[in-house]
């Protein structure tokens, strides 16, 4: 196999473990939104960071993506404090705009000369095999920055997750962790953009976590499994995008899908499937005691 792709799925295996791993605190903080308005946000943080470089350049990409995604949550938060509209409506609002904004700016960068050739649109929906060897040593640096961190603060996040009040009556900077994963929600949801896309890469980040919490009630196990089913996700998605030419994102997102979909049906305790059977045993059970008491017969 050619190294160049070896890399390729190195990276899109770590990016995927770390999106479930992140989506996993994201989904249960209940800030799926955010990283949707993040990814949204980010495509005219891109065309402006193009426009001024000049050239393709992941890392001045990210450095523009993560610029127009802080601005983004500035606003969705002004939105908020300053009016009377919810945080979901402000979340659509201003999702919205930027990602119209994008639009027209990348449009505007196509209709101009080498405007088509920068791989700008790689962004829309993601191509794995568009990553250059800087790329992957960018996306892979980030990605091992991002489960190291999660690893090392893991009980951290998960007491201000769970209860809020106990961080803080213990001592814990409840306020600085929050910071840390708002960050680490953004910073996954920025290198995965031209590996999934702007309008996919928040699902990878909430989908294998959902897939997950089917599976398990301890985070611990919950963390690991939306990890893995992120991973084997991007894994599949590059390699089917190699050999069919086809965007990467969509891709990604079937196979993530397929993980939640099994989950959903036939996890063991959880699953619609196993439900099914629980329901029908009980039933059954009832009956015979029914059955039983009518004929007298001691229960």
Known sequence: MDINVQWVFTSMVLLGLASGMVGTFALLKKQSLIGDAMAHAALPGI???????????????????A?????ATVCIQFIVKH???????????VLSVFFGLGIVLLTWINQHEGGNQSGINDFLFGKAASLTGSDVNVLTVTAVTMIITILV??????????????????????SLL????????????????????????SALLITPALAARYWTEKLEWMTLLAGVFGALSGLAGAYMSLITYVPTGPLVIIFATALFL???????????CSKIIRRHVERKKLRVKQLMYERGEQL
């Open 153 to 174: 603060f893991f009980k951290e996040f998960k007491i201000i997750t769970f209860d809020r009040a106990f961080a803080q009556g213990i001592g814990v900077p409840v």
């Open 178 to 201: 929050n910071g840390v994963l708002m960050f680490l929600i953004v910073s996954v949801v920025v290198i995965g953009l031209q590996a999934v896309g702007v309008v996919l890469m």
């Open 83 to 93: 009016t009377r509209i919810k945080e979901d409506a402000a979340i659509g609002i």
């Open 262 to 272: 099994f989950s959903f049906l036939f996890a063991p305790k959880r699953g619609l």
């Open 67 to 71: 610029c127009s995604g802080y601005i």
């Open 47 to 65: 065309c402006i960071a193009f426009l001024l470089y000049g050239q393709k350049s992941l890392l001045v990409f990210l450095i523009g993506a």
